[in-house]
């Protein structure tokens, strides 16, 4: 085991292992301090300055997402000082773009606007900028507002170091700094492959799922934690609920194992189908050549009388079933068991060879 | 898998065969590349197509199509007569060494690059990569399983495996990707001709008397039928009755021709779906059911994870539960099935299948658990085989090179493989519902080569004829450096193009899987 150290927060003595950094030994002893460029698994870019604090006999502030803790130290996050400095940036922030929060997806679900309010600000000291960018409105999946980019790079590293895609990057320096694909080339002629986690990752109302514009606001809106229903990865996701609709799917990385907050398009955008018209919706008996619909009580009775003189006539096992590997444990293993139990044949099988 | 997903990030070598993991299983496929740029894996790829993987390899060999047990073959060779091996691991943990030495002697790199087109040094570098990694991970997928010879292929990889000692050890495996998010589950489920729940065999008396027990209900000792002996059986007669749940055979199995006639000689036809597929549409008796969406229950995925599946919104109309569907049926035959929810059925399946004994809806709320779990408080298991193989020792299985059962000749002068695409899933049904997944990949397309489009006289876009000894599509080309000169490939999405027509139904003797992978065809401009 590696020797602890120790260090006061907030006048509190901690322990923390060495190479930790101010930020994590203070989130996991509870202690809030805010970020907004960190995004935990990726580099600490120290870009945005959100998660200054003091740390005693530094000579400036410390960006406590990148400052790494050393025996002994003594760190302040709530100052005069650090509250300063803090509401300085999110008023710079606030003053670089659209945050008009009216028909902002995000509205409720902002970091920026959390830190307004967790600030007390009531307006920027600064004069707002004008609108830049037109809104990208190319693919019905994902929907960029520059004009509200806080250029934290969280969706470069996202798309870089988490998924490993590597289709955004900045381009330009300063004032004239830019996220999204090479070439500013838009999403859909890029060779974005449709993940969507740089949208998970934005803070602000940057990068939103197109889809699910106005269709529900984040308090009203439930996550239902489930797995995905494609591949054998088995991605742990929320699908989110508005007015009994599947509007949204989201990741918590927090459910780990096996995706760690990853998703792939099918997973991310694959879901309209759910909602589709064409999903059936009664029984159905061919009569007279054609499907017509019928009541659950009278397909019950044709199926299961069918099925019975078939094997009257011809024995078990002139009866076979197909299984799914679509669908359940639970049906499987309640297909396998009526076939075997109550059909009386071996005859099931399913296309885990296709 | 043998091993888990979250090991392949930290092996040190990574042996992709057959898996075109950045299209068919996205999420690890990111795992491979953080394993390559944040932690200096080494990557091997095989593949006739380049494949995504391929910008991220260390090494990419390009084997013509169904010729990985010559390639796997040639790597073992050059570890063994280089004394790459893990001798130590070898001699304690496994028998069958020298046989199977024996059968490989002949596949020398330079031979091996006979059968394959792969030149013998890259052999020897790929070989010495995958040996000298201290922990190295074998991945495979559909691309490995869909041959005639699928089990030598998957008996290959598993000797590689074992020869350096990377089975039972963290971060190495033989790890097949499951292509549909509960194959898995639906093998340890018993839904298998000669298997119940957890691989108990129905030929076994003991077995058998088990579940008599439990399910109070006799019970065949006759091993059943494979999905395409089904068919073949239906085609014949023999079987008159036939349900299916959630599967679309009109599009997935091969030789379609065939699957129609033989579905439409069935006495019935029940398909229970949540749409009307192209196998519905066939069907006596349509049974409409609910959606993963709308619903509770459990997945398995790729990895032995139990997951949990739970209802976010109410099923469309009458639409039900497939497991209330079955329950209301079977009672209506007259054996009462009376499960309250599906955790109910849950309980029974803990009862009755050994790996899952300890796999309750409560421990499983947060994260999943992988079997086997045999009680309640086990942790699950990470990877098998940890300190001897659940048979006791590894066993080596000498295996000859055999070509597929069909190769291009004058008539059919190119092979045809087939695959996924990244934005659809197996018969589409669900994808292209999806208006996103739709713009981005709208139709189906076959890619060729561009030598191939200048001998044929096409260009990206134009119509082909496709014909195989069984059928015969039009479908729009892609001209694309992804296939190798002479290899056509398309993806079985597309109802309109729908390359089973062309496929070949030979069969692996022992797995039952059809040669999807490779066919002879013609392709002509249309
Ligand atoms: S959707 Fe995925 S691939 Fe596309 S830019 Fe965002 S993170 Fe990158
Ligand atoms: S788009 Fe969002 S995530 Fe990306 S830099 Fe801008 S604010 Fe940050
Ligand atoms: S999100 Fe993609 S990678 Fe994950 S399980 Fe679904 S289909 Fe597979
Ligand atoms: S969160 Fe630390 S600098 Fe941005």
Request: some cysteine; overall charge negative.
């Amino acid at each position: 085991m590696d020797q602890k150290l120790s260090l006061t927060i907030n006048g509190k003595a901690i322990e923390a292992s060495p190479g930790q950094t101010i930020l994590e030994v203070a989130r996991e002893n509870g202690i809030h301090i805010p970020t907004l460029c960190y995004y935990k698994g990726t580099t600490n870019v120290g870009a945005c300055r959100v998660c200054v604090v003091e740390v005693e006999n530094a000579r400036s502030l410390v960006a406590s997402c990148c400052m790494p803790i050393s025996h002994g130290m003594v760190v302040m996050t709530n100052t005069e000082r650090v509250l300063t400095a803090r509401k300085l940036v999110v008023e710079l922030l606030w003053s670089s773009g659209d945050h008009n929060c009216l028909q902002c997806e995000k509205n409720g679900n902002c970091e920026l606007q959390d830190l307004v309010y967790e600030l007390g600000i009531e307006k920027p000291g600064f004069e707002i900028a004008p609108l830049e960018y037109s809104i990208e409105d190319t693919n019905s999946m994902i929907q960029r507002d520059l004009n509200k980019c806080i250029l934290c790079g969280r969706c470069v590293r996202v798309c870089n170091e988490i998924q490993v895609h590597e289709v955004l990057d900045f381009s330009m320096r300063g004032s004239r700094a830019k996220v999204g694909p090479a070439f500013d080339e838009s999403y859909i002629d890029s060779n974005c492959v449709f993940c969507g986690s740089c949208v998970d990752a934005c803070p602000v109302g940057a990068l939103t799922f197109k889809q699910a514009r106005f269709k529900g606001r984040p308090w009203e809106i439930e996550k239902v934690h489930t797995t995905c229903p494609y591949c054998g990865v088995g991605c742990q996701m929320d699908l989110n609920v508005a007015d009994g609709k599947v509007i949204k799917v989201t990741t918590d990385r927090e459910y780990g194992r096996p995706n760690q907050g990853m998703l792939c398009s099918k997973g991310r955008f694959g879901m309209d189908f759910i909602d589709s018209p064409d999903r059936l919706k009664t029984p159905l008996i061919r009569k007279n050549g054609e499907l017509q619909e019928a009541s659950w009580e009278e397909t019950y009775d044709y199926v299961a009388k069918k099925l019975a003189s078939i094997r009257k006539k011809s024995g078990p096992d002139s009866i076979a079933g197909l299984s799914s590997a679509r669908v359940t444990n639970e049906e499987n293993y309640l297909f396998q068991k009526f076939m075997r139990a109550v059909i009386g044949t071996n005859n099931v099988d399913h296309c885990a060879r296709l | 898998m043998t091993n888990s997903i979250e090991e392949i990030e930290f092996s040190d070598a990574i042996l992709a065969i057959g898996t075109n993991t950045t299209e068919n299983h996205p999420v690890i496929g990111s795992c491979v590349k953080r394993a390559i740029r944040q932690h200096g894996a080494k990557l091997i790829v095989i593949d006739p197509r380049k494949i995504g993987l391929v910008d991220y390899a260390d090494i990419w060999l390009r084997p013509k199509p169904g010729t990985n047990v010559a390639i796997l073959s040639g790597l073992m060779n050059v570890i063994i007569e280089e004394g790459l091996y893990a001798k130590e691991y070898v001699a304690e943990r496994t028998e069958g060494f020298e046989a199977m030495k024996e059968a490989l002697a002949k596949y020398t790199p330079e031979f091996v690059s006979e059968i394959t087109g792969v030149a013998a040094e890259d052999i020897r570098t790929a070989a010495r990569l995958y040996a000298e990694a201290k922990s190295a991970s074998i991945l495979y997928a559909m691309g490995v399983t869909q041959h005639s010879h699928g089990t030598d292929n998957v008996k290959s990889c598993a000797n590689l495996a074992m020869l350096c000692g990377n089975v039972g050890i963290e971060g190495g495996g033989v790890n097949p990707l499951r292509g549909q998010n509960n194959v898995q589950g639906a093998c340890d489920m018993g839904a298998l001709p000669n298997v119940l729940p957890a691989y108990q065999q129905v030929a076994n008396d003991e077995a058998r008397a088990k579940f008599e027990r439990a399910w109070s209900a006799s019970l065949p000792a006759k091993p059943g039928l494979t999905i395409i002996e089904i068919m073949d059986a239906a085609h014949r007669g023999d079987i008159k009755g036939l349900y299916i749940m959630g599967e679309n055979p009109m599009i997935s199995d091969p030789d379609l021709t065939h699957v129609e006639a033989a579905l439409k000689n069935l006495d019935l036809l029940i398909v229970q779906d949540i749409f009307l597929t192209e196998t519905g549409g066939l069907a006596d008796v349509v049974l409409p059911s609910a959606c993963f969406a709308e619903k509770d229950g459990t997945f398995t995925n790729t990895e032995r994870r139990v997951q949990r599946v739970r209802k976010a919104v109410d099923a469309p109309g009458g639409a039900k539960a497939d497991w209330q569907i079955i329950s209301e049926l079977s009672t209506k035959m007259g054996y009462a099935m009376s499960y309250a929810s599906a955790e109910a059925i849950m309980d029974e399946i803990n009862a009755v299948t050994p790996s899952y004994a300890g796999i309750t809806y409560g421990r499983i709320e947060k994260e999943g658990l992988q079997w086997p779990c045999p009680n309640a408080e086990h942790p699950g298991t990470k990877y098998l085989h940890r300190d001897k193989f659940s048979r006791g020792l590894g066993l080596f299985t000498a295996i000859e090179y055999r070509p597929p059962e069909e190769v291009p000749d004058e008539e059919y002068p190119f092979f045809l493989t087939t695959g996924r695409v990244l934005y659809h899933f197996h018969t589409a049904t669900m994808t292209r519902r999806s208006e996103g997944l739709v713009e981005r990949c709208p139709e189906s397309l076959a890619e060729v080569n561009p030598k191939d489009a200048e001998k044929l006289g096409i260009k990206d876009g134009d119509f082909v004829t496709v014909t195989s000894r069984r059928g015969s599509l039009k479908v729009k080309a892609s001209v694309i450096e992804t296939p190798p000169e002479g290899t056509i490939f398309m993806n079985f999405h597309f109802g309109e193009a729908a390359v089973n027509l062309l496929t070949n139904p030979a069969l692996d003797p022992v797995g039952k899987i059809p040669e999807y992978k490779v066919c002879a065809v013609k392709v002509e401009a249309a």
